[in-house]
């Protein structure tokens, strides 16, 4: 899969992008990362690519002109199908299901944005999607670029291997993960749960799915609300809430 990446700030997102699993997965060439910096498609002497906002206010705002020809040379690159995705907390929210999506095409085109944002017209004439990570507001798309680049990755065929994509497997039944533990035994009184001492896997793999739907009905109840939970589970909910309450 090919990632287009437009930002004024290329090294930063080239930087994360060479380590972990992302690093790795270029290496092997499963994944290609281009650059296109807005500078670089400006005519004045100054290399403009931001200006004062219409109606006035404080800040700056990314020109057109010189955003369209970084977009151009991103596309020339990146193959047929690749969508324009521009990352500002204005978005919709991007989540697991979006990533799924984007990992299986071909290319995308990630535009980071600076200052205040983008003239409007850019983003109703370049731009397919508007996604956001959140209500934050960060000083620039570099790092959620990053962090989609990153989401998309790890699902591609081939980039995790085996026990990482089993790993990723139990986590995407749209439950928060379980607690996990490490050698030692004890820190400072502070014990592994005996369960997972016991050597029983079916017990195990029982607590570990009941503490993923305790603590995903505790911190996000709207995943909850989500899902179909089976009756096994609705058990090991109550379960998990009864043993909260003593
Ligand atoms: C700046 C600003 C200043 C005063 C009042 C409101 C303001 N909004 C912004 C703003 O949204 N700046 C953006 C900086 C312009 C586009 C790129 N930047 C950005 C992207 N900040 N945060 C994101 C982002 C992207 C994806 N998910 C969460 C945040």
Redesign the pocket.
Known sequence: MHFDVISLFPEMVATIAEFGVVGRAQRRELVTVGFENPRDHTSDVHRTVDDRPYGGGP?MVMKYESLAGAVSAARQRSPEGSPVVY???Q?KVFDQATANRFAELPGLILL???????DERFIESQVDEE????D??????EV?AMAVIDAVVRLLPGVLGDDESAAQDSFMEGLLDHPHYTRPEEIDGCNVPDVLLSGDHAAIARWRMKEALGRTNQRRPDLIRKLELSEEQQTLLDEFLKEQKQ
């Open positions: 800040g990352l500002s907390p978005g980071a944005g600076r200052y205040e944002g983008v996604l956001s990570l959140g934050f507001v960060l000083s620039g798309g959620a």
